[in-house]
């Protein structure tokens, strides 16, 4: 099916409201006038990017505008590596393709399986080709289903990985505990010098850790201009745990944080003309209240 408004392009997006069929060059085109903002067509649509091994992957990049998000992804021609992030068609979006860039380096950086000699045929290896590999005790993978069927696989290092092969490779760890974080694709990766580790998103304790921050930086309840800077830098860490009490707790005592966050930051007494609205827009944002 052809693209409804430029009759050229092979249609990919379907608008039920709009009765249209679009490319996703005239989708973005639609949707960014509509929106009011600028499209970013001055870019790169294929990159090249060698990963830790030094093997050279190719990416396609794309930018899909729809309203309330803008997303950039990273699609591997002829693998399995795929990488997005997700921002507002207001922001900066060249900003965010330079994110995207830094995500496919940090997960090029970082490989989850480690190849196991030849010489030996081990039993719970995972096979790929001629080569075998095991698990490392800290990886990533993505979900997704099969090719022949609707069996979930997990893509490994870009690579397609059955779940019983995994659940072998697992046997090399019996007698382990395995913590495990389902996350979405625009989140952050796992890189080189990464561990998980285990956070509380107990409300009482990220507000107690919040004040802590906030302590570090104040004077009798003031903040001097000359401390905003490392004051909102340090505060982002406890922004990023109110984004995991959102995505991965209780949505509602979410939204409590944040309004007790941004009450707390709209009564500090100082002498900067910008402080605390950065902070402020950026705690709407993590709990979907702009």
Known sequence: MKCSKCKKNDATIHIQDLGLDLCLDCNNEIFAEMLAVEKLDDFSKEISVFDVDKVLHRFEITNMIMPGFSTWRAQEIGGEYEFEVLVR?????????????????????????????????????????????????????????????????????????SIY??????????????????????DEVLGKDMVLKPVSIDPDIIME?????????????????????????????????????????????????????????????????????????????VVGMD
């Open 89 to 161: 068609p207001e922001d900066d979006q060249q900003a965010a393709l330079r994110r995207l860039h830094k995500k496919i380096l940090t997960g090029l950086g970082y490989k989850t399986l480690s190849p196991i000699s030849k010489e030996y045929c081990i039993s719970n290896s995972i096979r790929i080709g001629r080569k075998q590999y095991s698990l490392k005790n800290t990886g990533t993978c993505r979900i997704r289903l099969g090719d022949e069927d609707d069996t979930a696989c997990l893509v490994i290092d870009g690579k397609p990985v």
């Open 209 to 285: 850790r919040f004040e802590k921050t906030l302590g570090w930086f104040l004077e009798d309840d003031f903040l001097s201009y000359k401390r905003e800077c490392p004051c909102e830098e340090a505060l982002l860490e406890r922004i990023d745990d109110l984004e995991m009490l959102y995505k991965h707790g209780d949505r509602y005592l979410a939204v409590e944080v944040a309004e007790k966050m941004k009450e707390r930051l709209s009564c500090i007494d100082t002498d900067s003309d910008s402080f605390p609205e950065y902070l402020l827009s950026l705690i709407d944002k």
């Open 165 to 186: 092969e995994f659940g072998l490779a697992l046997t090399s760890f019996e007698g382990f505990n395995m913590d495990f974080q389902i996350k979405d694709k625009t």
